[in-house]
């Protein structure tokens, strides 16, 4: 059949969806400039692609510019056409950032910890999905029948990650009803935003092409556990040391580290909202799902919001300092990976530049729901400064409208609509 190459440029919006517009490749260096035309109210697309709500009606010309560093080509081999698509940043039509840009929201973090304690952060999703090429059996958690049984799925997923320039760490079965977890290297923070992103659109890419799909949505159905998004992170100092583990501190965190930890501690309440945006990822923060519940920090345990991970096998101190990470787990698949790592880093840059501790005593409750979640960023005069108040207001028009589109549905109900779209 007569083809002709497409390219499609796109970002990972507040919605946590992958959108944006394509062309013929060969166009691709003009594109480079003037990117694919967009407008304001593209970012008030929900979940489910309908517009609830806009404050920016139906004027503006913004365009999605292409960054080469998050460039994908993958061919399948399989006659299918093949993933060729760039992430990029919006911007203005002088080429200046849009204030609302996700990936301009995380560089701006970026630069907040950098200017804070001159800090780098190194970081990586941990992400669970559904897959549905498999059935459910019981008996099947961690268990090498289901590994097996999801046939080629795996092996072809993990080559099309290497093939997108994203390193592959692991790949299993999850405790989970079909459920599937896949780990990557760490990189560089919007490196790292950019990777999950990917991650999440070669699973589905994967999938699809086996006739089935990989589902991200936090609670696909409402029993059982859910599929988690685990961002683990670490600093690195200017001469790329690594600046996490003292020994002789608190649980082994180093004090930027600790600094760091308290920030996100102290912002949790108002940051829930970015990193666990869906009425359904508040179905996921409940007990017993191995799914953090409180505002806390523990090492080594998967019921915490933060978690400080286990160094393994170190040869030495130096390769432990190096090891040494911090996972945060109130995160998942409805959130944009910009918009989770940017809140992350945000809050700990509050925590490095005021000094916080960590709080001793009893944990409070992380918020219940996405509205009390949505309240609490409402009224967070750090969160209004980080996003600045067209963002702000924009982000809470949002998540508020596409809640009133669906506060009144069941939990089952509820589940099924965001299990289709995510
Ligand atoms: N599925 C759990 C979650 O929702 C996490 C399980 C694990 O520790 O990997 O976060
Ligand atoms: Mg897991």
Known sequence: M??????FVGTCDIAGHVRGKGFPARELDARRRKGVGWTHSNLMQSAFGDIFQTPFGTGGDLMIVPDPDAAVHVDF???SAPEH???GDIRNTDGTPWECCPREFLRRAIAAVREAAGLDVLATFEQEFVYTGNEARPGDSYALGAFRRQGVFGEAFVAALRAAGVTPDSFLAEYGARQFEVTVAPAQALHAADQAVITREMARATAHRLGHRAVFSPMPVPDGVGNGVHVHFSLWDEQGRPAMHDPQGDRGLGAAAARFAAGLLHHLPAIAAITAPSPVSYLRLTPNRWAPTAIDLARQDRGAALRICPVFAAAGPEEAAAQFNL?????DGTASPYMVLGALLF???????????????DAAALPRSLSEALDRMADSEAVATWFGPTFRDAYLMHKRAELAHVGDLAAAELCRRYAEVY
């Open 2 to 7: 007569l083809r002709e190459s497409l390219i």
């Open 327 to 331: 996972e945060f787990r109130v995160a």
């Open 347 to 361: 809050a700990g840059a509050d925590g490095l530049r005021r000094g916080l501790s960590i709080p001793t005593g």
């Open 85 to 87: 698509f760039m992430l």
């Open 77 to 79: 081999e399989d006659g």
